[in-house]
C-alpha cells in the first residue's frame, strides 16, 4: 500500500455537499460514500479531525439576514452542524470505526465538550473526531473553525470539501474563462478579494502557516486522493 503524505487531516465537509442534489436535507447515500472514503484513509494510517458545516439545514447570515439578531442565527447554524456531525458520526459507526463528536457548544447528552488535548489524544488512538458548532462563536464561518481546529490539533493539513473544485478568479458557473488556480498563497487569496474560503481561514492559515487544499466532494474518492499527496483542487500554502 501507497503511504499517505499528511498523517494528520481535518477535513471540512460543507453542508451542501452532504445533501446531494439538495433534494432532502441529508442524502445519506452520499454520506454513506464519504464515510467509506474516510475509512479507506483510516486504514491507510491517516488521523482524521472533520469539521462539519450547516449550509444544507440553516446559514446564520443568509437565512437569518434583515430577519432577526445576526448572533441567535448564527447559533441556529451551530446547531445545524451539530446535526450534521451527528449523521456523520452515526454512518462511521455504522462501518466499525470508533467516532467522539465534540462540540464548541456543551451538549453533554449527545457529545463531549471540545478540548484540545482530548481531541488529540482520541486521534493519537486512531478515532475520528468530529468538530460541531463551528469555533462556538457568532460571525465566524465553519471555514475559520476548520482551520483554527486544524492548527489547534496539530494537522498537517486542512481539507475544505466543498461544492466547487478549487479556486477560481472568477466565478466558473458564469464565466466558462473563469482561471483555475493550482496553487497560491493566502496573502494572494486575501488580496485578491476570492470567495472560495472565508477571509478569516485564509488569514488564519497564513498566521500559522498551515496549508489548505480546497477541492470539491463531488467525488468523495477525492478526499483520499488528497491524503495520498495527488493533485486535487488548489493549494493555499
Known amino acids: 500500500m501507497d503511504e499517505p503524505l499528511y498523517k494528520r487531516v481535518l477535513i471540512k465537509i460543507s453542508g451542501e455537499a452532504i445533501a446531494g442534489d439538495g433534494s432532502e436535507v441529508l442524502d445519506f447515500q452520499v ?12 486504514d ?4 482524521i479531525g472533520i469539521v462539519t458545516g450547516g449550509g444544507n439545514i440553516w446559514r446564520g447570515a443568509k437565512d437569518g439576514a434583515d430577519k432577526m439578531d445576526r448572533s441567535r442565527a448564527d447559533h441556529m447554524g451551530m446547531l445545524a452542524t451539530a446535526i450534521n456531525g451527528l449523521a456523520l458520526a452515526d454512518a462511521l459507526e455504522s462501518r466499525d470505526v470508533e467516532v467522539r463528536v465534540q462540540t464548541a457548544i456543551e451538549m453533554r447528552a449527545f ?5 484540545r488535548l482530548r481531541a488529540i489524544s482520541h486521534l493519537a488512538r486512531g478515532r475520528v473526531v468530529i468538530f460541531g458548532c463551528g469555533t462556538g462563536n457568532p460571525f465566524f464561518s465553519t471555514d475559520t473553525a476548520a482551520v ?4 489547534e490539533i496539530d494537522a498537517d493539513i486542512v481539507l475544505l470539501a466543498k461544492n466547487v473544485d478549487g479556486v477560481y478568479d472568477d466565478d466558473p458557473r458564469k464565466n466558462p474563462n473563469a482561471h483555475k488556480y493550482e496553487e497560491m498563497t493566502p496573502s494572494d487569496f486575501l488580496r485578491d478579494n476570492l470567495a472560495a ?3 478569516a481561514a485564509a488569514s488564519l492559515s497564513r498566521d500559522n502557516n498551515i496549508p489548505v487544499l480546497l477541492f470539491a466532494l463531488s467525488d468523495p474518492e477525492n478526499i483520499y486522493r488528497a491524503v495520498m499527496g495527488e493533485r486535487v483542487g488548489t493549494l493555499v500554502r
Open 31 to 42: 454520506i454513506g460514500r464519504i464515510c467509506d472514503v474516510i475509512k479507506r484513509c483510516l
Open 44 to 47: 491507510a494510517g491517516v488521523q
Open 111 to 115: 457529545a463531549e465538550p471540545y478540548t
Open 148 to 151: 483554527l481546529r486544524g492548527a
Open 197 to 199: 474560503m472565508d477571509a
